[in-house]
């Protein structure tokens, strides 16, 4: 990487961490560019530059966030350990994320949470689907997803489901129902002819 190419990702790296504590403390719209700026030691203009707005940079913070967990689940799923274990696995690292708090990227404050919400459902709608069909292959050749049942089809299942646990009941429920419906959503599509 060259010196340029350098100082442009600490710039975004310095912005995307300045905006997060910002964002922490005030809340979103209480937030200033002009703040995120002096807190970052840049420019506005460059802020504007990298994200657009504020709203390019909460969604990219939130992205930053979303790429973490989705490698943690290929790497899961890549690994060499039985299909049981990897559903364990990835069972138990999903309800982490769900159940960590209402909200996994920010403290938000009132109002905040919707808008979160929404970003990241627009940003799983097409990352999201590239983890599930991963899920699928790897499932049906290990032989553990039924081959019978068509990818769309459980693609679109899987993605229904996201959508129930992106709910604001599905959030404020127990900590057992949430397990127990992503157990649903895990183990509903096992082939037991196994």
């Known amino acids: 990487m060259n010196g ?44 504007y530059n990298y994200f657009n707005s504020k709203e390019g940079l909460l969604r990219a913070l939130i992205e930053e966030e979303l790429d973490k967990s989705i490698q943690m689940y290929n790497d899961i799923l890549d690994s060499n350990m039985p299909f049981e274990k990897k559903l364990d696995n990835i069972m138990n690292l999903k309800n982490y994320h769900l159940t960590k708090n209402n909200n996994i990227f920010f403290t938000a404050k009132t109002g905040d949470s919707k808008r979160i919400n929404k970003i990241y459902e627009d940003i799983m709608n097409y990352k999201g689907k590239k983890v599930y069909m991963h899920f699928i292959k790897v499932g049906k050749n ?53």
């Open 142 to 194: 290990e032989g553990y997803i039924n081959e019978n049942i068509d990818n769309q089809a459980l693609l679109d299942f899987m993605m229904q489901s996201f959508q129930i646990m992106s709910q604001d009941s599905y959030k404020s429920n127990s900590a057992d129902y949430k397990k127990d419906l992503l157990s649903l959503f895990l183990y509903g599509i096992l082939d037991y002819k196994k």
């Open 4 to 47: 340029y190419k350098k100082r442009t990702e600490q710039k975004k790296a310095s912005i995307l961490k300045s905006a997060r504590v910002l964002f922490n403390q005030n809340g979103i719209d209480e937030t200033k560019i002009i703040e995120i700026a002096k807190i970052a030691e840049v420019s506005p203009v460059s802020i």
